[in-house]
């Protein structure tokens, strides 16, 4: 299920810019067995990133060949003419490759490139595949079934397509063991005082917990291309947003509860902005040094971070004694099910659209807060 930076339109159009007048790039994946779908991704990826840098007639540079299962895509910063084809199936034939694209006479007739390249991807989408370019906001290169829809039809089973049913089952077991932790005590447990502000603590400390893993997640894998690998993303968006919270944790004591009540629609606007801006720091910061950008992430995630330090001890202190083990195992269950959901909505929709929910789920907190304070 994890991410892949090489294979995303601003990777290929990074790639086509770097090449001379004369160059070719030359990537390889599979065309046969359990990942049989990677290639005809590949050259769908190819066409857009061609479109996007304004390449008329984005077809005519590429080319593609296979041999034991294994395909190679050839772009051309010049369009394929009569005599580099003529040489291209000299140098296959003798090697044992069979050309996809331009298609031949000889081409297999179950060519999966062929059929994209000529008639689009539409009859394999309506299968239940999800062939759309992957974009370094969704960078799930390898994810090619939807995870929101069946098992595509007629699909090999591979691992691509068991780390997704993988995700639905832990989803389904979340959501499941989730739901029973919040139904049962409210059933059975006689100790749960559902006095006035119960359900709106209730609401708040789930949206918080929802809130934070939605706004944390993405912010680690969008840090991952930045410092160039997950262990760096990682240490330090984690690292950076767990002190920041901690020191707004620190802090939300030392200041007046209706202050904090006042001011608690700035968070949500905060990590809006920050999802906003992120990818044009990053983008136009990408060639600093590594401390550097380092320190870029710290800040970047620590000024929203800082503010979502309040949210927990503020809610406790809002809410009293009488409930505060039950508000805890909310903010807990929630935090686990947003964990495994976040991924899932990335995998779907992008990173941008997850940091947003978790800006949104704040702002559930914060209605949740208003109605709460009744019994303040």
């Known amino acids: 299920l994890s991410e892949n930076y090489l294979y995303t339109v601003e990777a290929f159009r990074l790639y086509w810019q770097r090449l001379s007048a004369h160059g070719v790039l030359s990537m ?3 065309t046969r067995g359990s990942q049989y779908m990677e290639s005809a991704r590949l ?32 772009m051309s910063r010049r369009p394929f003419d009569a005599r580099m084809l003529e040489r291209l199936d000299t140098i296959s034939l003798s090697r044992g490759f069979g050309r996809h694209w331009p298609p031949t006479s000889t081409t297999r007739s179950d060519s999966l490139v062929r059929e994209v ?5 539409a009859r394999l989408e309506a299968d239940g595949f999800d062939l759309s370019p992957p974009t370094d906001d969704r960078p799930f290169f390898f994810q090619a079934a939807n995870l929101f829809s069946p ?5 090999k089973t591979g691992k691509n397509e068991a780390a997704i049913g993988v995700l ?11 739901g029973l932790l919040l139904l049962l005590p409210l059933v059975l ?8 502000g119960f359900w709106g603590g209730t609401m708040y400390f789930a949206a918080i917990g929802m809130g934070f893993m939605f706004v944390e997640i993405p912010w680690i ?22 002190f920041a919270a901690s020191l707004g944790s620190f802090a939300s004591a030392r200041i007046n509860r209706a202050l904090v009540a006042r001011y608690a629609l700035l968070l949500p606007v905060a990590i809006v902005v920050a999802n906003l801006l992120v990818g044009a720091i ?3 910061t990408l060639g600093f040094s590594f401390s550097l950008r380092v320190a870029i992430v710290v800040v970047i995630t620590g000024i929203p971070g800082f503010l979502m330090g309040f949210a927990f001890p503020h809610g406790m202190t809002l809410l009293g004694e009488a409930n505060k083990a039950w508000f805890w195992s909310v903010n807990c269950a929630a935090g686990v099910l947003a964990s495994a959901l976040a991924l899932a909505v990335a995998m779907a929709w992008g990173f941008l659209v997850v940091g947003m929910v978790g800006a949104f789920f704040y702002v559930v907190a914060v209605v949740s807060q208003a109605r709460a304070m009744v019994r303040a």
């Open 117 to 121: 390249l000529s008639e689009g991807p």
């Open 43 to 74: 050259v769908l990826l190819a066409v857009t990133a061609l479109d996007a840098e304004g390449v008329t007639e984005p077809k005519g540079r590429l080319a593609f060949v296979e041999a034991g299962g294994v395909g190679t895509l050839l």
């Open 282 to 284: 990053y983008g136009g």
């Open 28 to 30: 390889s994946r599979w």
């Open 168 to 178: 639905r089952t832990i989803l389904g077991l979340l959501t499941g063991l989730t």
């Open 189 to 196: 447990a006689r100790k749960l005082k559902r006095e006035r």
């Open 221 to 242: 894998q969008r840090a991952i291309l930045y410092l160039g690998h997950p262990s760096h993303a990682t240490a330090a968006v984690l690292g950076a947003l767990l």
């Open 151 to 155: 098992q595509p039809a007629g699909a």
